[in-house]
């Protein structure tokens, strides 16, 4: 067994509590004693049926707004978008009409209270690189706290040398050695932190947590009415697989029929195949889970504060931005793997549309542009002509990965994809105003050259294949002008 000693004297320098460096000391062992945290086929069955949002009890809304006032919403927020190029937090990104995902959700939680004549804390999990930065940008919203605490934190650890499990060093970037534990860490912080005692003892009894770029994770009052009438411990709101969600954690069951979630990192190498098989495994967690807090408080209390949720087993370069660098395991566990603790946990199928995460600059696209409209309650909805299915974005990662990119490339905002089903964009295009993309569009710039989509250009549906100084813009308004064709390929 490897010696913890290193560990143990690195956080507590760091002012890491004794409760964490516990929890950390379990899942070290686990990787030292040669623990890969992975589930093979055999220990995860397929999931055939679940309780369905669009045939739950009607009445179920009424509970709902019975069980409002006992009700905490939960953003995880830990997040500062590195794969996007940003150093802050991603949710300060500007993502609708000028409002980023904090904004929107701040205002979703202020109509409802106004709406319901409820308070519903809003309640963030911060690191300690987005805490600052988010309290300042919710400083705008004073009505917002009254009263509770806004945020708790989520604790940080020590990478780990692949060759010698010894803590990581990398004195370029002394940060760079330290990461999060993934966001199973939401329920030791929320204990560590006080955070849980302090709702407990101000009568909160229901959670809801999800990720803050999901801006379609919103309190849903059947939802609510399901999981507060039927009593459960804990709900895990699923979607149905298509292939894009292949690689994502989907929902099993064990062989004795207790529900659980896998994630890729815990596949056998050997299974993958298995693992993407949306057909055996056919729902995904959206990770919109619903606890109840004073379960989760007795089961922390049993198990002395170690929910001991399954290992998962990162291997990263030491530094993200240096894929070159020496390897490093991180030592992660996932909220939604917490559905195998709880006796009657329970999973239920919901709308797509309650997941609409941002990870790259293809899903901030779709949710800038007109396929998703921003309501007066603040909550998001596809545009009708989007028939219930957001369009689908691929950006080319050479000229679009970042974030900064992204706005130097569509300098007036994203073009209109509301009667588009799907835009492919490969090399370096440039895209100007009121561009219009309809059906199903690739553009494909010459490589080494810049290609300039006129203002005002319609991609229309009905083509085969043109060159772009063929395509037709839309008449433009009173002093536009258009840029001059280029050579370069678009076919729809």
């Not at 999981?227 to 062989?255: C, I, N, W, Y």
């Not at 002509?385 to 970042?402: F, H, I, W």
Request: aromatic share 8%; glycine share 6%; net charge negative.
């Amino acid at each position: 067994m490897s010696d913890f000693t290193p560990f143990q004297q690195k956080m507590l320098a760091a002012g890491i509590s004794q409760t964490f460096i516990e929890h950390y000391h379990f899942y070290y062992d686990q990787l030292a004693a040669g623990a890969t945290g992975y589930i093979s086929h055999d220990q995860a069955q397929p999931v055939d049926t679940l309780p369905i949002y669009t045939e739950l009890d009607p009445c179920l809304p009424r509970a709902g707004e019975k069980a409002l006032s006992r009700t905490v919403v939960i953003k995880l927020n830990g997040g500062l978008g590195t794969s996007m190029g940003m150093d802050g937090p991603k949710s300060l990104l500007p993502v609708k009409n000028g409002l980023s995902f904090l904004d929107i959700i701040a205002r979703q939680i202020l109509h409802l209270r106004q709406q319901s004549g409820t308070h519903i804390p809003l309640v963030l999990m911060n690191s300690f690189y987005t805490s600052a930065e988010s309290l300042a940008a919710l400083q705008k919203y004073p009505d917002l706290a009254q009263g509770h605490p806004l945020e708790f934190l989520q604790h940080k650890q020590p990478k780990i040398w692949k060759t010698t499990l010894q803590p990581a060093e990398w004195p370029q970037d002394p940060e760079k050695a330290w990461c999060p534990p993934g966001h199973g860490d939401l329920y030791t912080a929320l204990a560590d932190s006080g955070m849980l005692h302090w709702l407990l003892d101000h009568g909160y009894e229901h959670a809801f947590v999800s990720n803050v770029d999901n801006l379609g994770a919103v309190l849903d009052l059947s939802i609510l009415g399901f999981f507060a009438s039927s009593q459960l411990p804990f709900l895990m709101e699923v979607a149905q697989r298509t292939p894009a969600d292949r690689k994502g954690g989907h929902l099993a069951r064990t062989a004795t029929g207790q529900l659980l979630l896998r994630e890729l990192a815990q596949c056998p190498p050997d299974e993958e195949e298995t693992f993407q098989d949306i057909q055996r495994y056919q729902f995904f967690n959206t990770n919109n889970l619903w606890v109840n807090l004073s379960v989760l408080a007795t089961t922390l209390q049993q198990r002395h504060g170690l929910l001991g949720l399954p290992l998962i087993r990162n291997e990263k370069p030491v530094d993200p931005s240096s894929p070159a660098s020496p390897r490093v395991y991180q030592l992660e566990t996932a909220m939604g793997s917490a559905i195998a603790l709880f006796d009657r946990a329970q999973a239920l199928c919901v709308p797509r549309a309650r997941f609409a995460p941002v990870k790259k600059n293809n899903d901030l696209l779709v949710l800038m542009s007109d396929a998703y409209r921003l309501n007066q309650d603040y909550t998001l909805s596809l545009a009708p002509e989007c028939s219930g299915t957001p369009p689908s974005v691929e950006l080319d990662d050479r000229y679009y990965q970042l974030f900064a990119m992204l706005q130097q490339r569509f300098p007036t905002g994203a073009p209109s994809l509301r009667h588009c089903q799907k835009l492919t964009v490969s090399g370096d295009v440039f895209f100007g105003c009121n561009v219009t993309v309809q059906g199903q569009v690739q553009i494909s710039a010459p490589e080494g050259s810049k290609l300039h989509i006129p203002d005002h250009m319609q991609l229309p549906a009905d083509a085969q294949s043109a060159n772009l100084d063929s395509a037709r813009p839309a008449p433009a308004a009173e002093g536009d002008s258009l840029c001059p064709p280029v050579d370069g390929t678009i076919s729809v």
